[in-house]
Protein backbone atom coordinates (compact mmCIF):
# COMPACT_ATOMS: atom_id res chain seq x y z
CA UNK A 1 0.00 0.00 0.00
CA UNK A 2 2.68 2.45 0.54
CA UNK A 3 4.41 1.62 -2.89
CA UNK A 4 1.11 2.68 -4.42
CA UNK A 5 0.51 5.66 -2.47
CA UNK A 6 4.44 7.13 -3.07
CA UNK A 7 4.02 6.19 -6.86
CA UNK A 8 0.51 7.95 -7.20
CA UNK A 9 2.36 10.90 -4.96
CA UNK A 10 5.29 10.97 -7.53
CA UNK A 11 2.66 10.63 -10.66
CA UNK A 12 0.77 13.44 -9.06
CA UNK A 13 3.66 15.56 -8.57
CA UNK A 14 5.36 15.67 -11.87
CA UNK A 15 1.28 15.78 -13.45
CA UNK A 16 1.49 18.94 -11.07
CA UNK A 17 4.20 20.84 -12.11
CA UNK A 18 4.23 19.88 -15.37
CA UNK A 19 0.62 22.06 -15.78
CA UNK A 20 2.76 24.38 -13.68
CA UNK A 21 5.17 24.96 -16.79
CA UNK A 22 7.82 24.37 -14.28
CA UNK A 23 10.82 22.95 -15.61
CA UNK A 24 12.86 20.84 -13.06
CA UNK A 25 16.75 20.53 -13.87
CA UNK A 26 17.70 17.21 -12.10
CA UNK A 27 20.98 16.56 -12.27
CA UNK A 28 22.78 13.37 -14.00
CA UNK A 29 26.34 12.26 -13.90
CA UNK A 30 27.94 10.93 -17.59
CA UNK A 31 31.25 9.61 -16.91
CA UNK A 32 33.84 11.15 -19.76
CA UNK A 33 34.47 8.23 -20.45
CA UNK A 34 30.96 7.02 -21.63
CA UNK A 35 31.39 10.38 -23.75
CA UNK A 36 34.81 10.29 -25.42
CA UNK A 37 36.05 12.89 -23.64
CA UNK A 38 39.37 13.99 -21.79
CA UNK A 39 41.30 11.04 -23.74
CA UNK A 40 39.20 8.66 -22.77
CA UNK A 41 36.94 6.70 -26.21
CA UNK A 42 33.86 6.06 -26.26
CA UNK A 43 32.77 2.59 -25.53
CA UNK A 44 30.86 2.04 -29.11
CA UNK A 45 34.56 3.19 -30.92
CA UNK A 46 36.27 0.73 -28.48
CA UNK A 47 37.26 -2.84 -30.55
CA UNK A 48 36.10 -5.65 -28.14
CA UNK A 49 38.93 -8.53 -27.45
CA UNK A 50 38.56 -12.08 -26.48
CA UNK A 51 42.36 -13.19 -25.69
CA UNK A 52 42.87 -17.40 -26.55
CA UNK A 53 46.23 -18.96 -25.44
CA UNK A 54 47.13 -16.92 -22.04
CA UNK A 55 50.43 -18.20 -21.19
CA UNK A 56 53.67 -16.11 -20.51
CA UNK A 57 53.75 -14.93 -24.25
CA UNK A 58 50.03 -14.66 -24.48
CA UNK A 59 50.00 -12.51 -21.66
CA UNK A 60 52.67 -10.12 -22.73
CA UNK A 61 50.61 -9.46 -26.25
CA UNK A 62 47.67 -8.68 -24.52
CA UNK A 63 49.71 -6.43 -21.95
CA UNK A 64 50.25 -4.72 -25.26
CA UNK A 65 46.32 -4.80 -26.40
CA UNK A 66 45.59 -3.45 -22.61
CA UNK A 67 47.76 0.07 -23.35
CA UNK A 68 45.16 0.94 -26.33
CA UNK A 69 42.61 3.29 -25.43
CA UNK A 70 40.34 2.13 -27.52
CA UNK A 71 40.30 -1.88 -26.82
CA UNK A 72 38.48 -3.48 -24.28
CA UNK A 73 39.45 -7.32 -23.98
CA UNK A 74 35.94 -8.96 -22.27
CA UNK A 75 36.90 -12.30 -22.43
CA UNK A 76 40.00 -14.71 -21.92
CA UNK A 77 40.43 -18.78 -22.85
CA UNK A 78 43.06 -21.24 -22.12
CA UNK A 79 43.01 -24.99 -21.31
CA UNK A 80 44.83 -24.08 -17.91
CA UNK A 81 43.15 -22.80 -14.86
CA UNK A 82 46.47 -20.98 -13.59
CA UNK A 83 46.72 -18.88 -16.79
CA UNK A 84 43.03 -18.37 -16.75
CA UNK A 85 43.17 -16.83 -13.42
CA UNK A 86 46.51 -14.91 -13.81
CA UNK A 87 45.10 -13.58 -17.11
CA UNK A 88 41.54 -12.60 -15.70
CA UNK A 89 43.19 -11.04 -13.47
CA UNK A 90 44.95 -8.77 -15.49
CA UNK A 91 42.47 -7.97 -17.64
CA UNK A 92 40.08 -6.91 -14.70
CA UNK A 93 42.92 -4.66 -13.10
CA UNK A 94 43.05 -2.93 -16.74
CA UNK A 95 39.20 -2.51 -17.36
CA UNK A 96 38.33 -1.59 -13.23
CA UNK A 97 36.24 -4.28 -13.15
CA UNK A 98 35.84 -7.99 -12.41
CA UNK A 99 33.69 -8.49 -15.63
CA UNK A 100 36.05 -10.37 -18.03
CA UNK A 101 34.76 -13.73 -18.78
CA UNK A 102 36.48 -16.88 -18.94
CA UNK A 103 36.47 -20.03 -21.05
CA UNK A 104 38.45 -23.46 -21.18
CA UNK A 105 36.67 -23.98 -24.65
CA UNK A 106 37.62 -21.16 -26.95
CA UNK A 107 34.77 -22.37 -29.60
CA UNK A 108 32.74 -21.03 -26.69
CA UNK A 109 34.55 -17.45 -26.93
CA UNK A 110 34.43 -17.39 -30.92
CA UNK A 111 30.45 -17.77 -30.30
CA UNK A 112 30.12 -14.43 -28.67
CA UNK A 113 28.46 -11.96 -30.95
CA UNK A 114 29.93 -8.95 -28.63
CA UNK A 115 33.46 -9.58 -29.53
CA UNK A 116 35.44 -8.30 -32.77
CA UNK A 117 38.60 -9.47 -32.92
CA UNK A 118 40.68 -12.24 -30.98
CA UNK A 119 44.30 -12.79 -30.02
CA UNK A 120 45.51 -16.27 -30.65
CA UNK A 121 48.64 -17.15 -28.67
CA UNK A 122 48.20 -20.53 -27.89
CA UNK A 123 50.61 -23.30 -28.83
CA UNK A 124 51.91 -23.52 -32.45
CA UNK A 125 49.73 -26.70 -32.81
CA UNK A 126 46.82 -25.06 -32.43
CA UNK A 127 47.56 -21.50 -34.00
CA UNK A 128 46.00 -22.12 -37.89
CA UNK A 129 42.95 -23.53 -36.81
CA UNK A 130 42.29 -21.58 -34.04
CA UNK A 131 42.84 -18.60 -36.65
CA UNK A 132 41.08 -20.07 -39.23
CA UNK A 133 37.82 -21.01 -36.38
CA UNK A 134 37.89 -17.56 -35.58
CA UNK A 135 37.98 -15.92 -39.16
CA UNK A 136 34.58 -17.98 -40.03
CA UNK A 137 33.10 -16.74 -36.56
CA UNK A 138 33.47 -13.63 -38.14
CA UNK A 139 36.44 -11.91 -36.18
CA UNK A 140 39.77 -10.47 -36.93
CA UNK A 141 42.88 -12.37 -35.43
CA UNK A 142 46.39 -11.42 -34.31
CA UNK A 143 47.98 -15.39 -34.60
CA UNK A 144 51.39 -15.64 -33.05
CA UNK A 145 53.84 -17.20 -35.32
CA UNK A 146 54.54 -19.79 -36.13
CA UNK A 147 51.01 -19.19 -37.93
CA UNK A 148 51.11 -22.58 -39.68
CA UNK A 149 52.44 -26.42 -39.09
CA UNK A 150 53.01 -27.07 -42.85
CA UNK A 151 52.92 -25.95 -46.70
CA UNK A 152 49.05 -26.65 -46.87
CA UNK A 153 47.85 -25.13 -43.80
CA UNK A 154 50.03 -21.99 -44.96
CA UNK A 155 47.66 -21.90 -47.98
CA UNK A 156 44.80 -23.23 -46.94
CA UNK A 157 45.15 -19.88 -44.03
CA UNK A 158 45.34 -16.93 -46.65
CA UNK A 159 42.54 -18.53 -48.41
CA UNK A 160 40.22 -18.37 -45.23
CA UNK A 161 40.79 -14.60 -44.67
CA UNK A 162 41.03 -13.92 -48.26
CA UNK A 163 37.38 -15.45 -48.81
CA UNK A 164 35.94 -14.06 -45.47
CA UNK A 165 37.37 -10.27 -45.78
CA UNK A 166 38.38 -10.31 -42.23
CA UNK A 167 41.55 -8.53 -40.78
CA UNK A 168 44.94 -11.24 -39.92
CA UNK A 169 47.79 -10.39 -38.72
CA UNK A 170 50.60 -12.82 -37.79
CA UNK A 171 52.78 -11.96 -34.74
CA UNK A 172 56.20 -11.61 -36.40
CA UNK A 173 56.38 -8.04 -34.68
CA UNK A 174 59.85 -7.17 -36.49
CA UNK A 175 57.82 -5.76 -39.37
CA UNK A 176 56.70 -2.95 -37.20
CA UNK A 177 60.18 -1.97 -35.94
CA UNK A 178 62.15 1.06 -37.39
CA UNK A 179 65.67 -0.95 -37.40
CA UNK A 180 64.37 -3.55 -39.59
CA UNK A 181 62.10 -1.20 -41.57
CA UNK A 182 65.08 1.15 -42.48
CA UNK A 183 67.22 -2.07 -43.33
CA UNK A 184 64.13 -3.15 -45.67
CA UNK A 185 63.73 0.18 -47.04
CA UNK A 186 67.20 0.28 -48.24
CA UNK A 187 67.11 -3.27 -49.78
CA UNK A 188 64.09 -2.55 -51.71
CA UNK A 189 64.89 1.00 -53.34
CA UNK A 190 68.01 0.13 -54.62
CA UNK A 191 70.30 2.15 -51.92
CA UNK A 192 72.44 -1.13 -52.10
CA UNK A 193 72.58 -1.79 -55.42
CA UNK A 194 70.62 -5.06 -56.97
CA UNK A 195 70.30 -7.42 -53.93
CA UNK A 196 72.65 -10.31 -54.50
CA UNK A 197 72.09 -12.36 -50.63
CA UNK A 198 70.05 -12.27 -48.34
CA UNK A 199 70.92 -13.93 -45.23
CA UNK A 200 68.58 -14.91 -41.87
CA UNK A 201 68.81 -16.56 -38.61
CA UNK A 202 67.15 -19.55 -38.47
CA UNK A 203 67.02 -20.39 -34.89
CA UNK A 204 68.61 -24.03 -35.28
CA UNK A 205 68.88 -25.92 -38.26
CA UNK A 206 67.58 -29.25 -36.40
CA UNK A 207 64.34 -31.00 -36.96
CA UNK A 208 63.71 -33.23 -34.19
CA UNK A 209 60.17 -34.77 -33.66
CA UNK A 210 58.19 -33.88 -30.40
CA UNK A 211 57.75 -37.18 -29.48
CA UNK A 212 56.39 -39.01 -26.59
CA UNK A 213 57.18 -38.65 -23.10
CA UNK A 214 56.31 -40.89 -20.22
CA UNK A 215 52.67 -40.93 -19.54
CA UNK A 216 51.18 -39.18 -16.25
CA UNK A 217 48.02 -39.31 -14.62
CA UNK A 218 45.70 -35.92 -16.03
CA UNK A 219 44.34 -33.25 -13.99
CA UNK A 220 41.17 -32.11 -13.55
CA UNK A 221 39.98 -30.88 -16.52
CA UNK A 222 39.27 -27.34 -14.66
CA UNK A 223 42.93 -27.32 -13.98
CA UNK A 224 44.06 -28.52 -17.19
CA UNK A 225 42.32 -29.97 -20.80
CA UNK A 226 44.71 -32.21 -22.17
CA UNK A 227 42.41 -33.19 -25.14
CA UNK A 228 41.72 -29.41 -25.75
CA UNK A 229 45.21 -28.61 -25.47
CA UNK A 230 46.84 -30.77 -28.09
CA UNK A 231 43.31 -30.03 -30.15
CA UNK A 232 44.59 -30.93 -33.94
CA UNK A 233 48.12 -32.46 -32.69
CA UNK A 234 48.30 -36.57 -32.89
CA UNK A 235 46.78 -37.83 -29.55
CA UNK A 236 49.81 -38.66 -26.69
CA UNK A 237 49.51 -39.60 -23.08
CA UNK A 238 49.44 -36.13 -20.42
CA UNK A 239 53.03 -35.43 -19.19
CA UNK A 240 53.79 -31.81 -18.14
CA UNK A 241 56.78 -31.07 -19.90
CA UNK A 242 54.75 -31.40 -23.33
CA UNK A 243 52.78 -28.24 -21.64
CA UNK A 244 55.38 -25.47 -22.36
CA UNK A 245 54.86 -24.50 -26.01
CA UNK A 246 58.20 -23.33 -27.21
CA UNK A 247 59.10 -28.05 -27.11
CA UNK A 248 55.76 -29.04 -28.72
CA UNK A 249 54.77 -29.06 -32.23
CA UNK A 250 56.28 -26.01 -33.78
CA UNK A 251 55.78 -27.39 -37.59
CA UNK A 252 55.21 -30.44 -39.24
CA UNK A 253 55.37 -32.29 -35.67
CA UNK A 254 58.57 -31.08 -35.33
CA UNK A 255 60.54 -29.32 -31.75
CA UNK A 256 61.66 -25.92 -33.34
CA UNK A 257 60.76 -27.09 -36.81
CA UNK A 258 64.16 -26.00 -37.87
CA UNK A 259 64.00 -22.97 -39.43
CA UNK A 260 60.38 -22.19 -38.77
CA UNK A 261 60.92 -20.78 -35.10
CA UNK A 262 63.01 -17.67 -35.75
CA UNK A 263 63.03 -18.40 -39.63
CA UNK A 264 58.96 -17.25 -39.14
CA UNK A 265 60.58 -14.24 -38.04
CA UNK A 266 63.71 -13.36 -39.97
CA UNK A 267 63.02 -15.20 -43.35
CA UNK A 268 59.90 -12.88 -43.17
CA UNK A 269 62.19 -9.86 -43.30
CA UNK A 270 64.09 -10.94 -45.65
CA UNK A 271 61.04 -12.11 -47.64
CA UNK A 272 60.07 -8.47 -47.33
CA UNK A 273 63.10 -7.10 -48.64
CA UNK A 274 62.57 -9.27 -51.36
CA UNK A 275 60.10 -7.73 -52.60
CA UNK A 276 58.67 -11.49 -52.43
CA UNK A 277 55.27 -11.64 -50.07
CA UNK A 278 53.59 -13.50 -52.98
CA UNK A 279 56.75 -15.77 -53.54
CA UNK A 280 59.28 -18.34 -52.06
CA UNK A 281 62.66 -19.59 -53.27
CA UNK A 282 62.10 -22.20 -55.91
CA UNK A 283 65.54 -24.23 -54.57
CA UNK A 284 66.59 -25.55 -51.00
CA UNK A 285 69.67 -27.04 -49.93
CA UNK A 286 71.86 -27.84 -46.67
CA UNK A 287 75.61 -26.58 -47.34
CA UNK A 288 77.62 -27.17 -44.12
CA UNK A 289 75.31 -26.61 -41.35
CA UNK A 290 73.86 -23.90 -43.14
CA UNK A 291 70.55 -23.97 -45.72
CA UNK A 292 71.02 -22.19 -49.14
CA UNK A 293 68.22 -21.18 -50.74
CA UNK A 294 67.02 -19.11 -54.45
CA UNK A 295 64.70 -17.28 -55.57
CA UNK A 296 63.59 -17.01 -59.21
CA UNK A 297 64.66 -13.45 -59.57
CA UNK A 298 68.35 -14.43 -58.47
CA UNK A 299 68.35 -13.47 -54.94
CA UNK A 300 70.20 -16.12 -52.73
CA UNK A 301 68.84 -16.52 -49.12
CA UNK A 302 71.26 -17.91 -46.52
CA UNK A 303 69.51 -19.40 -43.49
CA UNK A 304 73.13 -19.60 -40.82
CA UNK A 305 73.58 -19.67 -36.94
CA UNK A 306 76.68 -17.96 -37.13
CA UNK A 307 78.85 -15.05 -38.57
CA UNK A 308 77.45 -12.51 -37.44
CA UNK A 309 78.48 -9.05 -36.51
CA UNK A 310 78.71 -8.71 -33.22
CA UNK A 311 76.14 -6.79 -30.68
CA UNK A 312 72.98 -7.35 -33.26
CA UNK A 313 71.41 -9.39 -31.33
CA UNK A 314 69.13 -11.84 -31.33
CA UNK A 315 67.01 -12.23 -34.56
CA UNK A 316 69.39 -10.85 -37.14
CA UNK A 317 69.13 -10.33 -40.54
CA UNK A 318 72.10 -9.00 -43.44
CA UNK A 319 70.87 -8.20 -46.89
CA UNK A 320 74.25 -7.70 -49.53
CA UNK A 321 73.59 -5.94 -53.21
CA UNK A 322 76.01 -5.04 -55.63
CA UNK A 323 77.10 -2.04 -54.14
CA UNK A 324 76.43 -2.26 -50.51
CA UNK A 325 75.27 -4.47 -47.59
CA UNK A 326 73.19 -3.59 -44.06
CA UNK A 327 72.62 -5.78 -41.20
CA UNK A 328 70.71 -5.69 -37.94
CA UNK A 329 68.85 -7.48 -35.42
CA UNK A 330 66.99 -6.97 -32.67
CA UNK A 331 69.49 -4.88 -30.48
CA UNK A 332 67.83 -1.98 -33.24
CA UNK A 333 71.70 -1.50 -33.95
CA UNK A 334 72.79 -0.96 -37.51
CA UNK A 335 75.99 -1.50 -39.70
CA UNK A 336 76.38 -0.92 -43.01
CA UNK A 337 79.20 -0.90 -45.59
CA UNK A 338 79.07 2.79 -45.61
CA UNK A 339 78.15 5.55 -42.82
CA UNK A 340 75.86 7.54 -45.81
CA UNK A 341 73.57 4.55 -45.93
CA UNK A 342 72.62 5.16 -42.16
CA UNK A 343 72.02 8.96 -42.35
CA UNK A 344 68.53 9.09 -42.45
CA UNK A 345 67.98 5.98 -39.68
CA UNK A 346 65.66 6.93 -36.65
CA UNK A 347 66.24 6.60 -32.94
CA UNK A 348 66.88 2.50 -32.01
CA UNK A 349 64.31 0.85 -29.95
CA UNK A 350 65.62 -2.50 -28.76
CA UNK A 351 64.02 -5.21 -27.59
CA UNK A 352 61.21 -6.18 -29.97
CA UNK A 353 58.51 -5.06 -28.17
CA UNK A 354 55.16 -5.78 -30.15
CA UNK A 355 53.18 -2.59 -29.22
CA UNK A 356 53.69 -1.20 -32.30
CA UNK A 357 52.17 -4.11 -34.48
CA UNK A 358 49.26 -4.06 -31.94
CA UNK A 359 48.64 -0.99 -33.02
CA UNK A 360 48.85 -1.18 -37.06
CA UNK A 361 46.42 -4.43 -36.53
CA UNK A 362 43.76 -2.70 -34.59
CA UNK A 363 44.33 0.44 -37.05
CA UNK A 364 43.89 -1.99 -39.84
CA UNK A 365 40.49 -3.51 -38.02
CA UNK A 366 39.13 -0.01 -38.32
CA UNK A 367 39.96 0.72 -41.87
CA UNK A 368 40.08 -2.53 -43.23
CA UNK A 369 43.01 -2.18 -44.56
CA UNK A 370 45.91 -4.92 -44.67
CA UNK A 371 48.05 -5.30 -41.70
CA UNK A 372 51.87 -5.35 -42.18
CA UNK A 373 51.99 -8.82 -41.43
CA UNK A 374 49.08 -9.90 -43.29
CA UNK A 375 48.05 -13.65 -44.27
CA UNK A 376 49.30 -13.90 -47.86
CA UNK A 377 53.09 -12.24 -46.84
CA UNK A 378 52.56 -14.93 -43.57
CA UNK A 379 52.11 -17.49 -45.65
CA UNK A 380 55.06 -17.21 -48.03
CA UNK A 381 56.97 -16.43 -45.21
CA UNK A 382 56.19 -20.13 -43.18
CA UNK A 383 56.12 -21.56 -46.97
CA UNK A 384 59.90 -20.68 -47.25
CA UNK A 385 60.48 -22.27 -43.73
CA UNK A 386 58.55 -24.99 -44.72
CA UNK A 387 59.82 -26.06 -47.63
CA UNK A 388 63.47 -25.34 -46.06
CA UNK A 389 62.53 -27.64 -43.26
CA UNK A 390 61.67 -30.17 -46.11
CA UNK A 391 64.84 -30.04 -47.47
CA UNK A 392 66.90 -30.21 -44.31
CA UNK A 393 64.85 -33.38 -43.03
CA UNK A 394 65.31 -35.29 -46.64
CA UNK A 395 68.60 -34.40 -46.19
CA UNK A 396 69.14 -33.33 -49.41
CA UNK A 397 68.35 -30.31 -52.08
CA UNK A 398 64.75 -29.68 -53.58
CA UNK A 399 63.44 -27.38 -55.85
CA UNK A 400 59.48 -26.42 -55.61
CA UNK A 401 57.17 -24.64 -58.36
CA UNK A 402 55.21 -21.24 -56.09
CA UNK A 403 53.34 -21.22 -58.73
CA UNK A 404 51.61 -24.83 -58.72
CA UNK A 405 52.75 -25.47 -55.12
CA UNK A 406 54.43 -28.23 -55.74
CA UNK A 407 57.99 -30.22 -55.26
CA UNK A 408 58.35 -31.05 -59.26
CA UNK A 409 59.10 -34.98 -59.79
CA UNK A 410 59.52 -35.42 -56.17
CA UNK A 411 57.10 -37.90 -54.60
CA UNK A 412 59.68 -37.85 -50.89
CA UNK A 413 58.86 -33.80 -50.64
CA UNK A 414 55.17 -33.46 -51.99
CA UNK A 415 54.24 -36.00 -49.31
CA UNK A 416 56.12 -33.74 -46.38
CA UNK A 417 53.29 -30.71 -47.58
CA UNK A 418 50.51 -31.20 -45.20
CA UNK A 419 49.75 -33.73 -42.66
CA UNK A 420 46.72 -35.17 -41.19
CA UNK A 421 44.67 -33.47 -37.73
CA UNK A 422 43.32 -35.29 -34.88
CA UNK A 423 39.89 -35.31 -35.04
CA UNK A 424 37.33 -33.49 -34.73
CA UNK A 425 39.29 -30.58 -35.91
CA UNK A 426 39.25 -29.17 -39.27
CA UNK A 427 41.14 -26.22 -41.37
Known sequence: MCKEKEGLNRRRFLKTVGQAGVCLALPYYVPASALGKEGHVAPSE?????????GNRGRYVLSCFLKEPDLHCIAVCDVRGDNRKRAKDQVDAANGDKECAEYIDMRELLARDDIDAVLIATGPNWHATAATMAAKAGKDVYCEKPCTKNIAQSFLLADVFRRTGRVFQAGTQRRSLPNFAYAVELARTGKLGPLETLYAHPGGL????????????????????????LGPAAWRPYNKKLMTAFHFEKGGGMVGGGCLEWGSHCVDICQWANGADA?????????????????????KLVMRNDGWLPNMGSCPVRFEGKTGWIETGDNAELAASSQSLLLRRGTPIPGY????HVR??????????LTRANADAACWAHVACHAANIALFLGRKVTYDP?????????QANRLRSEALREPWRI
Open 279 to 299: TAPVEYEPINNQLHAHYANGV
Open 353 to 356: PADF
Open 206 to 229: ETKMSGWEPAESEPPRDQVDWDMY
Open 360 to 369: DFLDCVKTRA
Open 403 to 411: KRNEFPGDE
Open 46 to 54: RIRLGAIGI
